[in-house]
C-alpha cells in the first residue's frame, strides 16, 4: 500500500474541515422551533401568492427532507446552496421547491 | 451490507486515496462559485456490533459523501464506504479475523435540463422501492441491517452504469409527483459494476394527510430476462413524531415485504429533551420463494422476521442505534442483535467566505 497517497488525503481531510470553524452556522429547524417560528413568521413576513416564504419553504423542507431523515444539529451557510442541489436531485425536487427551500436556509 | 456489492473484492486503501485526490484537484480547478455552493463532505462514521446466530462481528465503518456543484446547472456528488470487519477466530485459535472492504458507493453527474427534468449519468443507485436511495445510509437508516427484500429490482449491484432522467412532475400544495427513469449498461469494472436493465419510479404524494404512494419497475436486460415490481406506502402524520414505512417487492424468483414504524418520542418534553430523544422502532418482514432458483439475494427459504429496535438520538449529530431480531425459517430460527453508535458530519470542503 503506497501510504504517501493516504496520508496526503487525509491532510486534505483534516484541512477542509479545520477550514470550515469560522463560518457561520445555519440551524435547520428542530420540529419544535420550526413550529414556533413558523406562527411568529405568519405575524412577520411579508406575504407571497400562496403564504410567506417561511411557510413555503418550510413546507417543502418538512415534506421533502424529513421524510427521510432528522435535520442535521447546524451547517455553514456556505454550503446552503450545495445542500439544497444535493436534495433537488435525492428529493426530485422541482426549480421552485429548491429556490423556496433555499430561502428559508438563508432568511 | 448486500446494498454494497459493486464488487465484494477488496480495494487498495491507495486506490481509494488516489480517487480522492483526484476529486480535490478536479474540485480545486474548478471555479468555487458562489458562497453558499461550496463543494461540501458529508457522510457518517460508526462503530457496530452484530450477534447472528452466535456469530459475532465488530465494524468500523465511514461512509464519506461529497458534492461538488460546477456552475449552475451541474453537481457531481459521490459516497463512499470503507469499513473493516472484525470477528472471533472460526479455527480454534485466539484472536480475530478481519477483512476489509471499501469502495465506492455511486459517482454521477447531475445536470438541470429544466425545472422539472435533471439528467443523471454515471455510476448511480438504481431507483427501485425507496431503501437504496433513501434509508440506506447509516446515518439516516434506523437499523443496522436493511430490509431482507431489499435486494430486489437492484439488479445484484444496487448501481446501474448509465444515465437517469428524474425529477418532479407535477408540485402542488395539495398533491406532487415525482419520477425517475434509468437505464443501465453492463459493466464489468471492479469499482463501477452494472448489469444491463432498466425501470423506474413514480411516488405520489400528498401533503394533508402526509402519505406517499409509490411504484416501481425494473427489467433486467442481460441472462434471463427478468421483471422486478415494488410499490411503497409511507405515512407519517404532522407533528406526533411517529412514522410508518412499508414497501412490497416481487422478483422473478421471490417477494417478500417489510413494514417498520417508528415513534420519536418528542410528546415528552420535546424532541431534544431526554425523554424525548428516544425512538422506538419495529419492523415486520417476510419473504417468500417463488421457486428455488436463487438469484435475487433473498433467503433460501420462506423467512419471516421482528425487528424491535431503540434508537437514542443524541446532540451533535450522533444516534445509537439498537435492535434485537428473531428470524423464523424452516431451517432454524436465530436471534441478531445489533448495536452501533453513528456521528454524522457535514461541512464545506474548504474556507470561503460567506455570502
Redesign the interface.
Known sequence: ??LK??L??VL??V???A??K???RIRPV???EA?NAQNATKKQAPATQ?GTHEDEGQ?IF??NCS????A??G?????????V??M??????????EQEL?RFL?P | MPRFRLSYLPVTLARLARFVLFVMAMLCASRPGSAQDTPLISGGVGFQTSTNGGNTKYQPIIEPLLAAPIGPRVLVESRAAILETWAPRTDGGSGYDHTYFGALTYLQGDVTLTPHVTLVGGSFLIPFGTYNERLSPIWISNFQSGPLISPLGLMSTGTGVGGMLRGSAVSHPKYSIDYAAYFSASSDNEQFNSDRSFGGRADLYLPKPRLELGLSYGRLLQGTHENFYGAHLWWEPKDTGFRLRSEFARGHHAQGYWVEADYRMQAFGGPDSVIGRFEPVFRMQQTFRRDTIVSDGLPLVNTQRADFGLDYNLPHNTRIITSYSRQFSSTGDRNIWETGIVYRFLFPAWKGRSK
Open positions: 500500500m503506497n497517497y493516504l496526503s488525503a486534505l481531510v484541512a477542509a474541515f477550514s470550515s469560522a463560518a457561520p428542530p420540529q419544535a413550529q400562496g413546507r418538512d415534506q421524510r427521510c431523515h432528522t442535521p444539529d451547517f455553514s451557510s456556505r454550503i446552503s446552496g450545495t445542500v442541489r444535493h433537488r436531485v435525492r428529493a426530485s425536487l422541482s426549480q421552485h421547491d433555499l438563508n
